[in-house]
Antibody
């Protein structure tokens, strides 16, 4: 199970830290990812992190503004989102691959946390 | 970036009938391909991975086929709970995972 938190209303240029608490599987052995969905739009992969946290990957649109990290001792995934823009308004999901690999389909998703960027 | 193009954008089908959804990749993704179902207010649900393998708990009326650049999701004998939005995804060009824009399956 995955449970996101940390979303909310933030002004343009602001920051948030999103969290994803994991349970029911060996978190420290699983790569993890963040995917977002703007209102009424499709799914967009944002970022992934290896099981140990040593390797991170980002889509170009968030590179330099978003930072993925994890704390395996707390079974928690994070996404620090900085320099927020109106177009970052979306539901943010954390997701896990089927076998916990990086290049994998996502069989476990959180319920999502909403981020609204508005003045 | 591999662009995933789904067709049609909206599909109207009657309950009990068959629905066929398509997805085309701008370049080969081998069989590193998945289908998801999403209902309003819910997270996506994995239906098919590896182009044709049903995920755990997915009914047999869902089937996937294809490889390379052309993929199909077939839902036989549509039930009321199947009306939703469906997304395709490639994870071959990792880490640049990409999704299609979605097909809305509506009741005719």
């Amino acid at each position: 199970q995955l449970l996101e938190s940390g979303g909310g209303l933030v002004q343009p240029g602001g920051s948030l830290r999103l969290s994803c608490a994991a349970s029911g599987f060996t978190f420290s052995s699983s790569a993890m990812s963040w995917v977002r969905q703007a209102p009424g739009k499709g799914l967009e992969w944002l970022s992934s992190i290896s099981d140990g946290g040593y390797s991170t990957y980002y889509t170009d649109s968030v590179k330099g503004r978003f930072t993925i990290s994890r704390d395996n001792s707390k079974n928690t995934l994070y996404l620090r989102v900085d320099s927020l823009r109106a177009e970052d308004t979306a539901v943010y999901y954390c997701a896990k691959g089927i076998v916990g690999a990086l290049n994998d389909a996502f069989d476990t998703w959180g319920q999502g946390t909403m981020v609204i960027v508005s003045a | 970036e591999i662009v995933m193009t789904q067709s049609p954008a909206t599909l109207s089908v009657s309950p009990g009938e068959r629905a066929t959804l398509s997805c085309r990749a701008s370049q080969s993704v081998s069989s590193n391909f998945a289908w998801y179902q999403q209902k309003p207010g819910q997270a996506p649900r994995l239906l098919i991975y590896g182009a044709s393998t049903r995920a755990t708990g997915i009914p047999a009326r869902f089937s996937g086929s294809g490889s390379g650049t052309e993929f199909t999701l077939t839902i036989s004998r549509l039930q009321s709970e199947d009306f939703a939005v469906y997304y395709c995804q490639q994870y071959n060009n990792w880490p640049l995972i990409t999704f299609g824009q979605g097909t809305r399956l509506e009741i005719k």
